[in-house]
């Protein structure tokens, strides 16, 4: 079975564009969250999509929207980007409607914002 | 608030000695605890869950809720057992996929 997979893997940017990130979940999961990690904040929670619904949302600035379509993949959005937008962002897919904490990452999409 | 703190960034041990990694974690409800484990040119993934109570590769964890702690164990180290290690809550059971995550520990198991 595939796993999570995210594209682009590297993206470069300048100050006051917009990116859009993409995932494609595990066959048959049906949630998918996003995470930023950069080396001062660590590993920080950005949304939860379950069946195309936003079910949770972390403590982001508006510039930050995601959504998911009917077969599950998800994408996020970052508009007027600022230099500390620049990071690793890791999608996750999870089975299904009740929580286990059991995610599945992908390898991530590395972007920088000059 | 919920919050959890590694207060190690880098811990090196050699290869048979014993391993603890503290985790330490701040929440007014029942928590859910993971660690998820990063292996060099690998992906994140779950390592174990305190729900289960199960031992994976050695390594165990207690839920010590008056210590508010969830310390990761294992008895003898291998270099195998080199990577980033994360320790995670999920302040929300059944309420969807939401992990605060600590700072993370790197292991370092020396020959």
């Known amino acids: 079975k595939a796993g999570v997979t995210q594209t682009p893997r590297y993206l470069i940017k300048t100050r006051g564009q917009q990116v859009t990130l993409s995932c494609s979940p595990i066959s048959g999961h049906r949630s998918v969250s996003w995470y930023q990690q950069t080396p001062g904040q660590g590993l920080q929670f950005l949304f939860e999509y379950f069946s195309e619904t936003q079910r949770n949302k972390g403590n982001f600035p508006g510039r930050f929207s995601g959504r998911q379509f009917s077969n599950s993949r998800s994408e996020m959005n970052v508009s007027t980007l600022e230099l500390g937008d620049s990071a690793l962002y890791l999608c996750?897919?999870?089975?299904?409607?009740?929580?286990?904490?059991?995610?599945?990452f992908g390898e991530g999409s590395r972007l920088t914002v000059l | 608030a919920q919050r959890v703190t590694q207060p190690e960034k880098l811990l090196s041990v050699f290869k048979g000695a014993p391993v603890e990694l503290k985790c330490n974690y701040s929440y007014s409800g029942s928590p859910e605890l993971f660690w998820y484990v990063q292996y060099s040119r690998q992906r994140l993934q779950l390592l174990l869950r305190?729900?289960s109570r199960e031992s994976i590769k050695g390594f165990t964890a207690d839920l010590n809720k008056g210590e508010t702690s969830f310390h990761l164990k294992k008895p003898f180290a291998q270099e195998e057992d080199s990577a980033m290690y994360y320790c995670a809550l999920s302040g929300r059971v059944g309420a969807g996929n939401m992990l605060t995550f600590g700072g993370g520990t790197r292991l370092m198991v020396k020959p």
């Open positions: 305190h729900i």
């Open positions: 996750a897919s999870s089975l299904g409607q009740v929580s286990t904490g059991e995610l599945f």
